[in-house]
């Protein structure tokens, strides 16, 4: 029996370079060694002020991205969140043993909600634990993730531990997989905050979607040090994250690329970062040009039959285990 992984992301903004690197990227290399479901999001998508048409419009292009990235129907379960209302069902279940406290700590709430609790949404609050009901669903072995989703990781797996203690064995108690170069991509103009797709500054992300001028001119314009070296510093880490972007789009190791740039100027480094980045995502975009919705709609149902008999299986077991079957 193959272990499983579940992972997914939000149907919202246009999915970065970070999200690639720190995510997709990983999915696509692990969906031979496990039984694989990539889920698109769609109900932790309204969390926020939307509007319906668009996440109608960016529910397909996400489903497109993935299968360009290189996710493959044939090895992979790929579907779309409200497609199988398992999800939304165990959530309600999840957040009667969930704690107040413990959802207040995250920092994701706290950045999302802006410190103003009183007007933030509730799901927004309660967000996690349908991150969590996602995950649990599939008795998920390993969840790939970027760094910012460790927080909520560890959350899943207190609910996990927490439910089968009081009610007997249920859930797989998952562990994350962030991947040791690429989990926590900066942001091209503030490298103290990540790459996000909601950053009111669009010249600090690389969208995948991006045309070959706008992605020279972000790197172009991405900002440095006072410094020369070009190395993978801790201390100077606008750098740093230059070259682990460079590093992970050409595949070279990390020494590799310190030599490579020995000698040379920030300068070369962005234009050979850009150059490396308009070569890599040329062919994605290409990818992502070549799916209709009608192909992309049976390629999502198949998912959500496959996903929900997983789901539903666990769901059973929990309503047993709840009393109320
Ligand atoms: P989302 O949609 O924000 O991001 C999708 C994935 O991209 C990773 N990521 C990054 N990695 C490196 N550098 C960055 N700057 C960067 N920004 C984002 C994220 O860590 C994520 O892995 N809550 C999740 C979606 C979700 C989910 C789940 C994930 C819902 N249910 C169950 C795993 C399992 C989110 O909002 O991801």
Redesign the pocket.
Known sequence: MKKRI?????P?GEL?I??Y????KNWVALQDKYESFY?I?NL?AVTLPQDPKTLRQKTLDLARIYLAAGLDPERSTIFIQSDVPAHAELTWVLSCIARMGELERMTQFKDKGKGNTERAGVGLFT?PI??AA??LLYQTDL???????KQ?LELTRDLAERFNRDFGETFKVPEPYIPPV?????SLQDPTK????SDENAAGAIFLLDDADTITKKIKRAVTDSGTEINFDENRPAIRNLLTIYQLLTGKTADECVAHFVGKGYGQLKGELAEATVEFLRPFQERVKQYDDDSLRKILDDGADKASSVASTTLKTVYERMGFN
């Open positions: 579940f992972s997914g992301a939000q919202t970065h970070g999200n690197l720190g995510a997709l889920c999001v932790h967000y349908l991150m996602d995950i969840v790939p993730v970027g760094q910012d989703q909520h690429g989990a926590n991509i900066l990540k790459m996000s797709k």
